[in-house]
């Protein structure tokens, strides 16, 4: 199956880059908030495990690669101005490089940032 | 309460902004996706309504400003790398510009783009 009339209508920006978070398809929780550039989409549609682009590294960054701790695609959701990726997901494991769930686990609460979630695994164990 | 030792700690990227992510604080809903400068931060923490940034205005962006639909801020979460925002959010009515619950309401499948949600109200009924 080809998806091009999908990635022809992502509003990708001038970096070649569109915004994507990820979602557990089941619970709701938001996981993590990366890019991906129309390589990395193509590439997610195709093979069903979500992709992104590291801006740091300057390529493409399969989700797990390193740790194992990769995405399965259940459904790819574009919004009203093409110009930001909701990708529903089963997580295996963490999502976080940290070890956490999430990597949304600072909170602010009276004034300060508060960590509300503690790693389920050390980062040394996903990347030894 | 100055909520100076927060806005430090957001990594804004070189135009200032930081993208946020909202979602309905109960529900679980990812309703929308937009950008925050510091003074949108400043303010959404400030008054517990919120502020984004409009790149396209070049301006503060009082969510619900012109419709009505706006969001009561629950918790501002940030992630691992301090670079988006969580916004956990009480939405009146829909927060999409369409009329639409959420902004994620076009789906990828069978390789195009299909809409999964119907306006709930007239952008005429929103904005006049």
Same mark, same amino acid.
Request: with cysteine.
């Given at each position: 199956m080809t998806h091009d009339a999908i990635l022809d209508a992502i509003a990708f920006d001038p970096q070649g880059l569109v915004p994507a978070i990820a979602q557990q398809?089941?619970?709701?929780? #938001?996981?993590m908030f990366a890019w991906m550039n129309r390589a990395a989409v193509a590439e997610t549609l195709a093979t069903g495990e979500v992709c992104y682009f590291s801006r740091s590294r300057d390529r493409l960054w399969r989700k797990g690669?390193?740790?194992?701790q990769t995405q399965r695609l259940i459904e790819l959701r574009l919004d009203c101005d093409a110009d930001a990726l909701l990708l529903l997901v089963d997580q =295996?494991? #963490?999502?976080?490089? =940290?070890?956490?769930?999430?990597?949304?686990?600072r909170a602010a609460r009276d004034g300060t940032l508060q960590e509300i979630a503690a790693p389920l695994v050390s980062p040394e164990q996903l990347y030894g």
């Open positions: 398809h089941d619970t709701g929780e #938001v996981l690669e390193k740790s194992g =295996t494991g #963490v999502a976080c490089h =940290t070890g956490r769930r999430d990597c949304f686990f």
